[in-house]
C-alpha cells in the first residue's frame, strides 16, 4: 500500500529546486523548501502523538505554513479540518467536539480565545504562526521526519464543515481518492501544465482554494503567485506573470471597476475560472469587452469537488455551469428521486469518484442525501438542456411557495438583474398569513441610479405571472455575503420575516 494522494502532489516535487510558492512580497519557495518544512511539521505530529486516522482542526490565516501543515497531515495520514478564522470559538468548539479533535492549531493572537473551548473539549491547542514558529513548529526540533504513511485510496483525508445556516453543521467526509480523482480530471479538462503560473487570492479553508486550485497546481507541477487574500493592487501587480486565476464572482466584479483593467494587463492569461457563486451574465459580457477573455464557470460543492465545468475550448455560456465533468454521472429528478426529461427544472443529483464518502457521525443525514446506488442529492435545483449544459435555478431551501405555486428565486432574479439601473439582486420568500410565503426582492442599484421599485414591479409585470411577482422589493446599498461571495439569503430572511406579521 501506498500514499498515492501524497505521492501525487507532494512527494514527486520534493527534489524540485524550481519556484512552488510566489508571495506578495517576492519571496520565492522552492517545491523542495517546502518539502522540508513539511517534513518538519510532520515530525512535529509525531512528536504531537497524532497517529493516522486522528484528526487535527487547523484555524489558521492562509500562508506556506498553513498549507504545509496540510501537506504534513496527508503524509502522516492525520485528518485535517481547515477552518475559517471568521468562526468564532463557541463555533469551534462545535467542531471539536464533534470530530473529537486531537489536535487544534491556531495563532497566537487566537490562542487565548480558543483556549477554553479547546479545554473544554479535551483538545490540546497549540500555536503556529504564518511564518512557520510556535509551540508546534518546537515539537519538531531534532526530531527525524516520519516516514510517508501507507493510506488507503478510501481513507478519510479531510473534514469539511458545511457553514450549518439551516441547521447543524455537517463534516463532509472526502477521501483521498475523492481529492487526487478530481484534480486529475481537472487538470487535464484546465489544460494545466508546469508552465503554466496560478494567481492564486482565494482562501484556503474552502474547496476552491484549496482542494482546486492548490491541487490543480500541485498536480500539474506549476508555481503559485500565493497572496494571503484578494487585494486590487496585488492582484493587478502580479496578473501580468500569471498564466491563470481562479477567483469568485466579486474577484471580477471589483477588478471591472479598476481603469488599469486592460487586454494588455492579462495579455499573458490563458484562462480565468469563476465559482463558489453564481456569475451574473452581465459580469460575464463586461470582463469580454474588456479583457477579450470568456469567463470558464464551474459547478461544485464543499460534498463534492467539481460537478460541471463549461468547456476549455467549445461555448463558455453565460448562465451555466457548463457539462458534467468526465467520469461524473448528472441527472435531474423529481421530489421523489425519479430522472426528469432534459429541458425539465428538479433537483440536481451526481454521482462519481468525487462524490464524499458521508456526513461524520451522521448516519441518518448521509442516508437522507447520499443514495445507495451512490448518487449524491445536491439540494440544487437545476436543469440540463438537450445539449447537455446544465444550469442552477437555486437551491431546494429556497424554494418559495406561494399560494400552492412553486417560485424558483432564479427566475425572478435574472429578470430583475436585466431591467435598468439594477447591478444584482436576491430573491427570497417571507412568512405571510394569505399565501404561505409572499415573494420579497432585495435590489442592490448600479452605480449612480436610483430605480423606483414601484417602476421595478411594473415592469417585472409584463413578464411574469402573477403568482411569480414580487410583494414588496427592497433597495439596498450591498447584498450580505459570506467569504466565498454566496449571498446569504438567511440573513434577508430574517430581516424581512416581520414584513407580513410573520
Known sequence: MANHLYDALFGKHERNSGDFLILPDGERISHADFAEMSAGFAAAFMA????????????????????????????????????????????????????????????????????????????????????????????????????????????????????????????????????????????????????????????????????????????????????????????????PDATAMMGVPTFYTRLLGDARLTPGLVRNIRLFVSGSAPLLAETHRQWTERTGHRILERYGMTETNMNTSNPYDGERRAGTVGLPLPGVELKVCDGAGRELSRGETGIIEVRGPNVFQGYWNMPEKTAEELRPDGFFITGDIGVQGDDGYVTIVGRAKDLIISGGFNVYPKEIELALDALPGVLESAVIGVPHPDFGEAVVAVVVPQAGAAPDPADLAAALGAGLARFKQPKHIALRDALPRNTMGKVQKNLLRDEFKPLFGG
Open 48 to 239: 504531537a502523538g497524532l497517529r493516522p486516522g486522528d484528526r487535527v482542526a487547523l484555524q489558521l490565516a492562509k500562508s506556506p505554513a498553513m498549507l504545509a501543515v496540510i501537506a504534513a497531515a496527508i503524509r502522516c495520514g492525520v485528518v485535517f479540518l481547515p477552518l475559517n478564522p471568521a468562526y468564532t470559538p463557541p463555533e469551534v468548539g462545535y467542531f471539536l467536539r464533534d470530530a473529537g479533535a486531537e489536535l487544534v492549531l491556531c495563532d497566537d493572537m487566537g490562542a487565548e480565545a480558543l483556549a477554553p473551548v479547546a479545554k473544554a473539549a479535551g483538545v490540546r491547542l497549540m500555536t503556529l504562526s504564518a511564518k512557520g514558529r510556535g509551540d508546534f513548529a518546537d515539537l519538531a526540533k531534532g526530531a527525524a521526519p516520519p516516514p510517508v504513511a501507507d493510506r488507503a485510496p478510501s481513507d478519510l483525508a479531510a473534514l469539511l464543515y458545511t457553514s450549518g445556516t439551516t441547521g447543524r453543521s455537517k463534516g463532509a467526509m472526502m477521501s483521498h481518492d475523492n481529492l487526487l480523482s478530481n484534480a486529475r480530471v481537472l487538470v487535464d479538462y484546465w489544460r494545466f501544465t508546469d508552465r503554466d503560473r496560478l494567481l492564486h487570492a482565494l482562501p484556503i479553508f474552502h474547496t476552491h482554494g484549496l482542494f482546486v486550485a492548490t491541487n490543480v497546481a500541485l498536480l500539474a507541477g506549476c508555481p503559485m503567485i500565493f497572496l494571503p487574500k484578494f487585494d486590487l493592487e496585488d492582484i493587478i501587480r502580479a496578473m
